[in-house]
């Protein structure tokens, strides 16, 4: 990988990581509902479960893809009905940080957030596109390279997300606003799918 590569790829993956999407607009609404410290599990899920999700893609799995296009298609919806449904318990969740009942919702953990990238629309399209652009030769050494860089970038772009919604906590303490906002954070959501269902090629 030439430096000049490498910085490009850089700024792709920054961009692609610090722009809304469903990872960064739940890790908003978590930061909000349950603070920043609460959504760090949450925060290392998406990069560490990105990261090897990027090894996969560069070992193979997008050659796969290419070869049945049907199969990304078919994970691709599977990860929007996900996330529409993700999105509707959000819509219709009460004040989540002032619930500590029994069976109160709780912050996505690290396993989950990990296993949520294997569905996530927009983490396959990010993932594909930066092998397809930036790496069409893929040997081990280059593939662990660009998942180390992306995720090291990815990293603090995701955990910002999250900040900034515990930085409205004070703000939104209201019970009202908060399911306000909830609601914005699921309309959000949905909108954020609308480009990646629409697209014109899975790879």
């Given at each position: 990988?030439?430096?000049?590569?490498?910085?490009?790829?850089?700024?792709?993956?920054?961009?692609?990581?610090?722009?809304?999407?469903?990872?960064?607009?739940?890790?908003?609404?978590?930061?909000?509902?349950?603070?920043?410290?609460a959504?760090?599990?949450?925060?290392?899920g998406?990069?560490?479960?990105?990261?090897?999700?990027?090894?996969?893609?560069?070992?193979?799995?997008a050659?796969?893809?290419?070869?049945?296009?049907?199969l990304?298609?078919?994970?691709?919806f599977?990860?929007?009905?996900?996330?529409?449904?993700?999105?509707?318990?959000?819509?219709?969740?009460?004040?989540?940080?002032?619930?500590?009942?029994?069976?109160?919702?709780?912050?996505?953990?690290?396993?989950?957030?990990?296993?949520?990238?294997?569905v996530?629309?927009?983490?396959?399209?990010?993932?594909?596109s930066?092998?397809?652009?930036?790496?069409?030769a893929?040997?081990?050494a280059?593939?662990?390279?660009?998942?180390?860089?992306?995720?090291?970038?990815?990293?603090?772009?995701?955990?910002?997300?999250?900040?900034?919604?515990?930085?409205?906590?004070h703000?939104?303490?209201?019970?009202a606003?908060?399911?306000?906002?909830?609601?914005?954070?699921?309309?959000?959501l949905?909108?954020?799918?609308?480009?990646?269902?629409?697209?014109?090629?899975?790879?």
């Open positions: 990988m030439t430096m000049e590569i490498l910085l490009a790829f850089a700024l792709f993956a920054g961009v692609s990581s610090i722009t809304p999407g469903p990872n960064n607009l739940m890790l908003l609404s978590s930061g909000l509902n349950f603070g920043f410290r959504s760090i599990p949450h925060v290392l998406i990069s560490i479960g990105f990261a090897f999700m990027l090894v996969a893609v560069g070992l193979g799995l050659l796969a893809f290419e070869r049945w296009p049907l990304y298609q078919l994970l691709k599977a990860g929007v009905a996900y996330l529409l449904w993700l999105a509707w318990g959000l819509a219709s969740a009460g004040s989540l940080s002032l619930d500590r009942r029994a069976g109160a919702p709780k912050p996505m953990g690290f396993w989950a957030a990990a296993a949520f990238q294997w996530n629309p927009k983490a396959w399209v990010m993932g594909v930066a092998f397809a652009t930036y790496m069409p893929r040997g081990l280059s593939v662990l390279l660009t998942a180390t860089l992306f995720a090291l970038i990815n990293l603090p772009s995701v955990a910002a997300w999250a900040l900034c919604g515990s930085q409205l906590r703000w939104l303490a209201e019970p606003r908060q399911r306000l906002f909830n609601r914005v954070m699921a309309a959000l949905v909108l954020s799918l609308l480009p990646l269902l629409f697209e014109g090629k899975g790879a």
